[in-house]
């Protein structure tokens, strides 16, 4: 049956306001306001009840006057608890206004292993999940081969909003976002990243070359003053679409040597 929210948006764009409607922030949590009811006539009025225990302030990030959170904002988040706080409302690009959910990323948050992949598609729109759909499935499968389980490792993208038709983000949304994935990276600290098809590549590591040429040869990149290996692979959305025994053989190598590396980095 399709989501109540696919149904919500398919209107929304047959109105042609899509985009002009926000998916609602989450809500802060409200404190209970204590409403006096009116004194009963002629009789003397009771003392005001004593107010009601405040609560602590919830984290509550810098946002700019059109709702992107502060570079401030995101360097001051300390968990990735926060940190989802603080740019989960984000609006700094095009995706921002069109998205269901926002798609912050998921898994153990002291993982050694970490993928990122591009950008949410349609099942992860409606869920708020990365890679929950058909290459989700793949990768599922994958990590299990490596004898790990997908709460084991972390899963992210660049770009945190669905791109509309899924088509690959364009420099400037990549750019809006590539802070706060730098961020979560230094939240992490994983021993080892595993980009997923060309963009991750590009847009987090910088290397521009053909993801068929480079897959498999360990790059780097720095975040936080850290140095990271980087393992490039293709996305599993390209091996669903080239199910060939080399493209599996290959992504199957290229998972291998990255576990292997962090294994190392943990013994160590
Ligand atoms: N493709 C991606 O790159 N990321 C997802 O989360 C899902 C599909």
């Known amino acids: 049956m399709e989501h109540p929210l696919q149904a919500w948006r398919d209107t929304l764009e047959e109105l042609g306001v899509m985009g002009l409607v926000r998916e609602p922030a989450q809500a802060a949590p409200t404190e209970t306001v204590a409403v006096a009811a009116?004194?009963?006539?002629?009789?003397?009025?009771?003392?005001?009840?004593?107010?009601?225990?405040?609560?602590?302030?919830?984290?509550?990030p810098p946002m700019d006057p059109i709702g992107c959170p502060t570079p401030e904002a995101v360097a001051?988040?300390?968990?990735?608890?926060?940190?989802?706080?603080a740019i989960q409302g984000c609006l700094a690009c095009p995706l921002g206004p069109g998205r269901l959910k926002f798609?912050?990323?998921e898994g153990d948050p002291r993982a050694q292993l970490m993928f990122v992949g591009e950008g949410p598609g349609r099942d992860e729109d409606l869920q708020g999940r990365p890679f929950v759909?058909?290459?989700?499935?793949?990768?599922?499968?994958m990590i299990g081969a490596l004898g790990l389980r997908r709460d084991q490792t972390y899963i992210a993208n660049v770009v945190k909003c669905r791109p509309p038709d899924n088509?690959?983000?364009a420099p400037e949304e990549a750019r809006a976002c590539l802070g706060y994935l730098q961020r979560q990276i230094e939240l992490i600290r994983p021993a080892v990243i595993v980009t997923l098809g060309a963009t991750p590549l590009r847009e987090l590591v910088g290397v521009s070359e053909g993801i068929t040429r480079v897959r498999g040869q360990w790059k780097r990149v720095v975040v936080g003053g850290r140095e990271i290996?980087?393992?490039?692979?293709?996305?599993?959305?390209?091996?669903?679409?080239?199910?060939?025994?080399?493209?599996?053989?290959?992504?199957?190598?290229?998972?291998?040597?990255?576990?292997?590396?962090?294994?190392?980095?943990?013994?160590?």
Request: no cysteine.
């Open 167 to 169: 088509r690959t983000p």
């Open 103 to 105: 798609v912050f990323g």
């Open 38 to 60: 009116p004194p009963p006539a002629r009789q003397p009025v009771a003392p005001p009840a004593p107010a009601p225990a405040l609560r602590p302030a919830a984290y509550a």
């Open 229 to 268: 290996p980087v393992m490039p692979t293709f996305h599993p959305a390209y091996v669903l679409r080239q199910y060939t025994q080399d493209v599996r053989r290959a992504v199957w190598e290229d998972l291998q040597a990255a576990k292997a590396w962090a294994d190392k980095a943990q013994e160590g």
């Open 76 to 85: 001051g988040a300390t968990t990735l608890q926060d940190l989802q706080v």
């Open 133 to 141: 759909g058909k290459a989700g499935e793949l990768l599922d499968k």
